[in-house]
């Protein structure tokens, strides 16, 4: 079934909205709030995120374990389909590159760093830096919005899958420094082996000699970022160019797009094999 949940999320990605609909993080935005606004969550910030985050997934363990005897287990497949969807990344990344694909083809530099800060958060220093900044950005939101989650789905089911998001969340939204430091220490657990994974399956798609320099002596150390090592060896499998600005530079968005594709493509496949010989 858990393929069939992934085809499905696919689907939806693609041809519908619904995504939109079911990623409505105010509730729990609203638990945050209250949780932070206790005296106790900057001294017990392990306590906090386990409010956040462990009491959510052991409900929707919980409401699994309910409804798996019904109608032969058939009535957990749309709840499987709409936690997937919920623990997704937020936002389109390719439509919030869109404003500065158009700037920095045309060579305005200037309007380039302007849309990338408004809309992608990158700041730079010079037009080179700003493209790697702005390269680095797909690779990190595609990894996190969607490879990590469907790793964890594929590996350990929907309250895996949604334990990832919540603490991504709690990363990006708690203004708590106890909090969200413990947030960033548990997300970097949760992101060491996915992030291995598909710098693995970048080797396999791109160029498998340019990313085992690359990593050599990175692929199991546990002090790089998950960040750090998924734009490397991004850069590495695309043979990414030196920056330069106009066409050029924006065609090594696309290549490093196409790379990501065949990496997911990859993933999906191997998923298929696994699925039929289990």
């Given at each position: 079934m858990n393929f069939l949940v992934l085809l499905l999320v696919l689907w939806v990605e693609k041809f519908s909205s619904l995504r939109n609909k079911v990623q409505q993080d105010g509730p729990w935005l609203g638990l945050l709030a209250?949780?932070?606004?206790?005296?106790?969550?900057?001294?017990?910030?392990?306590?906090?995120?386990?409010?956040?985050?462990?009491?959510?997934?052991?409900?929707?363990?919980?409401?699994?374990w309910l409804l798996e005897p019904l109608a032969y287990g058939w009535l957990v497949l749309p709840v499987h389909v709409l936690v997937v969807i919920y623990s997704l990344g937020r936002g389109d990344v390719l439509a919030a590159?869109?404003?500065?694909?158009?700037?920095?083809?045309?060579?305005?530099?200037?309007?380039?760093?302007?849309?990338?800060?408004?809309?992608?958060?990158?700041?730079?220093?010079?037009?080179?830096?700003?493209?790697?900044?702005?390269?680095?950005?797909?690779?990190?939101?595609?990894?996190?919005?969607?490879?990590?989650?469907?790793?964890?789905?594929?590996?350990?089911?929907?309250?895996?899958?949604?334990?990832?998001?919540?603490?991504?969340?709690?990363?990006?939204?708690?203004?708590?420094?106890?909090?969200?430091?413990?947030?960033?220490?548990?997300?970097?657990?949760?992101?060491?082996?996915?992030?291995?994974?598909?710098?693995?399956s970048f080797a396999l798609v791109g160029n498998f000699a340019s990313v085992s320099r690359a990593l050599l002596h990175e692929l199991l150390s546990w002090d790089i970022s998950a960040a750090q090592l998924v734009i490397i060896s991004a850069r590495a499998a695309g043979e990414t160019p030196e920056p330069v600005i106009g066409e050029a530079g924006v065609s090594t968005l696309d290549s490093l797009w196409q790379l990501l594709v065949r990496a997911a493509m990859l993933w999906y496949a191997a998923f298929a094999v696994w699925i039929l010989l289990i």
């Open positions: 209250t949780v932070e606004g206790k005296p106790r969550t900057e001294h017990q910030p392990w306590l906090a995120l386990a409010v956040l985050v462990l009491a959510p997934v052991l409900l929707l363990g919980l409401v699994l590159l869109g404003p500065f694909r158009d700037s920095w083809r045309r060579g305005d530099a200037e309007a380039a760093y302007l849309v990338a800060r408004r809309d992608l958060s990158v700041e730079a220093e010079d037009e080179a830096s700003l493209l790697k900044g702005v390269q680095g950005h797909l690779v990190w939101q595609a990894y996190q919005s969607f490879f990590a989650v469907i790793f964890w789905y594929a590996l350990l089911g929907p309250m895996a899958a949604l334990a990832y998001r919540l603490i991504a969340l709690a990363v990006e939204h708690s203004t708590t420094p106890t909090l969200r430091e413990a947030a960033v220490q548990l997300r970097h657990g949760f992101d060491w082996l996915p992030v291995r994974v598909l710098a693995s």
